[in-house]
Structures are given as structure tokens and as C-alpha cells.
């Protein structure tokens, strides 16, 4: 199985990440992706992007190098805001992508089964939120996992395998089991499912190794993948609700080739033959 999409991806604006967007697209077209989701931390979890960063996701190209960016967000719970998120509406509409996963130090570190999942379905129900990122984390984030798969199929909205909860050095080591469990109950109640790789540097985008061996041990198969490429991906979200502002940003090719190898345009306007360093 070969998955041409990642709907789970960070850049330095999130804080505590390593890689430019620019850099994330690179990477993903050197891989063949045809789509990312570009899904930084919302303001809650320290150091998150400002809610002015997401508004202004508009300067972003829609289409860079032929790799669709879908502007998105990975929003935390919030117990205080209207609703429910810790960023407002009006952004999240303007966003083509809502993520939406617990983090520490957000709210909810002393584990309450509960009220997690009471704020979490509350959540699902929103009608701009499209994905829960790593609903297993049972040691610091207990859910009840029927009542979210339940409510995550009458929603539509995307629960994610997060390839990173299998990564041995992740803040979430240990929680692979839970993560699977609801794989399996998402692949057998009919949920939507994606798999994410979460990267935080730029060289895990598009990477899914250990969740796709997961994926292959419960008998998750592409059809029930959301983000198998870029049309099922699209269609998917476009058939949940209007995305305004998709192409907003235009289609823009890199000036300078990844890697620092001089385009043929500008090797030819320059002084020195090509071949030699431009730059
Ligand atoms: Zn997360
Ligand atoms: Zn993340």
C-alpha cells in the first residue's frame, strides 16, 4: 500500500518543530506526495502558532511544485472557550483542514475518562473540526473508545493512526496498543480513518512504516484510508462541507530547486557556464 498523501504535518511554527513548510512541500514532492496538510499547533500548547498565523495561511500557495497544501491546524480541546477549541470559528472556516488532538499542558493533564470524552464528542460534533489526530493516548488522555468511533462515523470526521505513536522516542511511547484498538474499532464501525506520519522535521513527512504494518495486521485496506492520494482526499473533505478557500493561494512553482541545484533558467541568465555554482 502506498499512501500519496499525510494529513499530519508540523513546521517551526509550532514551537517545538525543525522544518519550514517550504521544506515539508520539498520533501514531499521528492517522495511522490500529492497532497499535505500543513497542521501546526494551535495556541494552547506552549509555544503553538498564533491564531494570527493561521488567518494569514492565505499568503501560502495552494499548489507548490505540483503538491497540493491544504492550510490547516492541529486545534487543542479548550474547557473555556465557546467552543470547545482554542482557536475561534471564524478561523477554522477559513482553514481547508481542522485537525484536532489532546496535548499536555492544555488543559486536561490529570487524566478524567469523562470529561475527555464529553469534550471530545462535543468536538466531533463541530461541524468545521475533519480529524482526531492520535485518539490512544490512554495513559495521559483516556477516552472512552466506543462513544468517540460512535459519534466519529455520524459526523464524518477522520480518526487518525499516527505513525509517530509507534516511534519508540515519541512523547506518546506506549500508547500503539490504544492507537490500535481504535484502528480496529474505526475499520469495523466504518469510520473514516487516515494515517498520519505527525512529522515534526521535514524528512518524516510522508513516512508511515509502522503504521502501515499496523494497518496490515488488522486488515485496514487503501479504500477505508482517507488520505490514499490527493482526489480522495479532496473529495472526502469537499463532500463534509465547502472549503472557500482552496485555491486561494494559486499554484506557484519553487524558484530554486531543492537541494541547491540551480534550475536551468537560472544557471542560463547567469554569468558563469553551467554546471558551475550559481548562487
Ligand atoms: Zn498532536
Ligand atoms: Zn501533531
Given at each position: 500500500?502506498?499512501?500519496?498523501?499525510?494529513?499530519?504535518?508540523?513546521?517551526?511554527?509550532?514551537?517545538?518543530?525543525?522544518?519550514?513548510?517550504?521544506?515539508?512541500?520539498?520533501?514531499?514532492?521528492?517522495?511522490?506526495?500529492?497532497?499535505?496538510?500543513?497542521?501546526?499547533?494551535?495556541?494552547?500548547?506552549?509555544?503553538?502558532?498564533?491564531?494570527?498565523?493561521?488567518?494569514?495561511?492565505?499568503?501560502?500557495?495552494?499548489?507548490?511544485?505540483?503538491?497540493?497544501?491544504?492550510?490547516g491546524?492541529?486545534?487543542?480541546?479548550s474547557?473555556?472557550?465557546?467552543?470547545?477549541?482554542?482557536?475561534?470559528?471564524?478561523?477554522?472556516?477559513?482553514?481547508?483542514f481542522?485537525?484536532?488532538?489532546?496535548?499536555?499542558?492544555?488543559?486536561?493533564?490529570?487524566?478524567?475518562?469523562?470529561?475527555?470524552?464529553?469534550?471530545?464528542?462535543?468536538?466531533?460534533a463541530?461541524?468545521?473540526?475533519?480529524?482526531?489526530?492520535?485518539?490512544?493516548?490512554?495513559?495521559?488522555?483516556?477516552?472512552?473508545?466506543?462513544?468517540?468511533?460512535?459519534?466519529?462515523?455520524?459526523?464524518?470526521?477522520?480518526?487518525?493512526?499516527?505513525?509517530?505513536?509507534?516511534?519508540?522516542?515519541?512523547?506518546?511511547?506506549?500508547?500503539?496498543?490504544?492507537?490500535?484498538?481504535?484502528?480496529?474499532?474505526?475499520?469495523?464501525?466504518g469510520?473514516?480513518?487516515?494515517?498520519?506520519?505527525?512529522?515534526?522535521?521535514?524528512?518524516?513527512?510522508?513516512?508511515?512504516?509502522?503504521?502501515?504494518?499496523?494497518?496490515?495486521?488488522?486488515?485496514?485496506?487503501?479504500?477505508?484510508?482517507?488520505?490514499?492520494?490527493?482526489?480522495?482526499?479532496?473529495?472526502?473533505?469537499?463532500?463534509?462541507?465547502?472549503?472557500?478557500?482552496?485555491?486561494?493561494?494559486?499554484?506557484?512553482?519553487?524558484?530554486?530547486?531543492?537541494?541547491?541545484?540551480?534550475?536551468?533558467?537560472?544557471?542560463?541568465?547567469?554569468?558563469?557556464?553551467?554546471?558551475?555554482?550559481?548562487?
Amino acid at each position: 500500500m502506498r499512501l500519496l498523501a499525510d494529513l499530519h504535518t508540523h513546521t517551526v511554527a509550532s514551537g517545538h518543530a525543525f522544518s519550514t513548510l517550504t521544506e515539508n512541500a520539498q520533501v514531499a514532492r521528492a517522495r511522490g506526495l500529492e497532497l499535505i496538510a500543513i497542521t501546526d499547533h494551535a495556541p494552547n500548547v506552549p509555544q503553538g502558532a498564533h491564531p494570527w498565523y493561521f488567518w494569514n495561511l492565505k499568503v501560502i500557495p495552494s499548489v507548490l511544485d505540483g503538491v497540493r497544501l491544504l492550510k490547516g491546524c492541529e486545534a487543542n480541546l479548550s474547557l473555556e472557550s465557546e467552543n470547545g477549541l482554542d482557536l475561534p470559528d471564524q478561523i477554522l472556516a477559513w482553514l481547508d483542514f481542522v485537525a484536532v488532538g489532546f496535548h499536555p499542558h492544555t488543559g486536561f493533564d490529570k487524566p478524567d475518562r469523562a470529561r475527555n470524552t464529553e469534550a471530545l464528542l462535543r468536538v466531533i460534533a463541530h461541524p468545521l473540526v475533519d480529524q482526531i489526530t492520535h485518539p490512544g493516548n490512554e495513559a495521559e488522555f483516556p477516552l472512552d473508545l466506543d462513544a468517540v468511533v460512535e459519534a466519529a462515523v455520524r459526523h464524518n470526521v477522520i480518526l487518525e493512526l499516527n505513525d509517530h505513536s509507534f516511534d519508540p522516542t515519541s512523547s506518546r511511547a506506549g500508547s500503539g496498543a490504544r492507537e490500535r484498538e481504535f484502528a480496529e474499532a474505526a475499520l469495523a464501525a466504518g469510520a473514516p480513518l487516515s494515517i498520519g506520519s505527525d512529522a515534526h522535521y521535514a524528512l518524516y513527512v510522508g513516512r508511515f512504516e509502522a503504521a502501515l504494518a499496523i494497518a496490515e495486521e488488522i486488515g485496514l485496506t487503501e479504500d477505508r484510508i482517507v488520505n490514499r492520494n490527493a482526489e480522495s482526499v479532496l473529495s472526502h473533505l469537499l463532500a463534509k462541507r465547502e472549503r472557500p478557500r482552496l485555491d486561494v493561494g494559486g499554484e506557484w512553482e519553487w524558484p530554486v530547486a531543492a537541494h541547491g541545484a540551480a534550475p536551468a533558467d537560472i544557471a542560463a541568465n547567469g554569468d558563469t557556464e553551467g554546471g558551475e555554482r550559481w548562487w
